[in-house]
């Protein structure tokens, strides 16, 4: 699974939140990726539907440059949220 910190309120309520990665190279722990692919629905350990990324690309990248937490944004209508063009969300 590769995720973040997700952060609604303040640092307390931090959640992970992440995706499971049909990896085709070895993901380390605690490093920082790119991954570009299609999301599919996969069965979990459990046997239960769950997301998953499957890549066409993994690559890795410095972590110092990128924001360690997720936050949510509820302006994406108004275009008031950053990165917004970094990600190519319409």
Do not use: F, H, R
């Amino acid at each position: 699974m590769i995720g973040k910190y997700s952060i609604s309120c303040c640092a307390a309520d931090a959640q992970y939140v992440g995706l499971y990665v049909k990896k085709n190279k070895e993901i380390k722990n605690n490093m920082w990726y790119d991954i570009k692919g299609v999301l599919k629905i996969i069965k979990d350990n459990d046997g239960n539907n769950t997301l998953a990324i499957i890549p066409s690309t993994i690559e890795e990248i410095d972590g110092k440059k990128e924001e360690q937490y997720v936050y949510p944004c509820y302006a994406y209508d108004i275009g008031l949220c950053a990165d917004i063009e970094k990600y190519e969300i319409e």
